[in-house]
């Protein structure tokens, strides 16, 4: 199937999830998540009108960008280290996975204006997942106010891959219900209006919870 194939068949649950949950569409914004196809393929996203696209490897990232730039907005999904920062922040127009202060040290220093950042939140508390746990994020918030280039546009999260839809329902409604608490603080530095959160299994579940930007990989460009 072609990726507007895809593209229509997401589209129609989508506008079900919103209507479902009293939302409207253009509040949602579709990442294309790259990762496990080719730039020729990455090039028919563009084509079917998704200009926002995901990679999470910084090594894939530079050669994706390399043949693929205008037209399109990266942002870094994958875990990222400090030392990789200088070769991915160029390039992309958010990072998705902060959860480091190192990191965050980093990207205040090689940027010239403030870069978008979600801050990536375990909130299943699984062992083998990135991302701070959920009593740390404030704490986090408040440690990286001197950091003017750092801009906390929102929260990140991946819930589990699991069969009950209402557990993964209540790790969406728990990072969405973070996030209202710390737009509470009003901080200059984190409006934290964003949530990302969805992707492939349980998009739809998450825009009904709030999310704000889904990120699409199998469902969308296929997995070959
Ligand atoms: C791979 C990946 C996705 C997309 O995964 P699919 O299940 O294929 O949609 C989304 N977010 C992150 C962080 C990823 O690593």
């Given amino acids: 199937m ?8 997401i589209e129609d649950k989508l506008r079900q999830a919103c209507e479902k949950s ?11 998540v790259t990762k496990y196809v080719t730039i020729e393929r990455t090039k028919e996203l563009l084509e079917a009108g998704i200009h926002q696209l995901g990679e999470n490897r910084a090594e894939e990232l530079e050669h994706k960008y390399s043949e693929i730039n205008d037209n399109a907005s990266w942002h870094f999904i994958g875990t990222l280290q400090s030392r990789k920062v ?4 160029e390039k992309v ?3 998705h996975s902060l959860d480091r202060f190192s990191v965050a040290k980093q990207i205040n220093k090689r940027v010239e204006k403030p870069m978008d950042c979600f801050i990536q939140v375990n909130v299943s508390g699984e062992e083998a997942k990135h991302g701070l746990k959920i009593d740390e994020v404030l704490p986090f918030i408040e440690s990286l106010s001197g950091y003017e280039n750092v801009h906390i546009k929102g929260l990140m999260t991946m819930a589990p891959h699991v069969e009950d839809e209402d557990e993964i329902r209540h790790v969406f409604r728990e990072l969405r ?18 949530l990302s959160m969805g992707m492939s299994n349980d998009y739809e ?7 704000t930007h889904i ?6 460009v296929g997995s070959d």
């Fill in 177 to 194: 219900e973070l996030r209202d608490e710390i737009q509470g603080q009003q901080f200059a530095h984190a409006p934290c209006h964003d």
């Fill in 22 to 32: 009293n939302r409207k569409r253009d509040e949602i914004t579709v990442i294309g």
């Fill in 205 to 211: 579940i998450a825009v009904e919870e709030g999310a």
């Fill in 93 to 95: 127009s958010a990072i």
């Fill in 2 to 9: 072609t990726v507007k194939d895809h593209l229509a068949e």
């Fill in 86 to 89: 200088k070769d991915v922040i």
């Fill in 215 to 220: 990120r699409l990989g199998s469902i969308l």
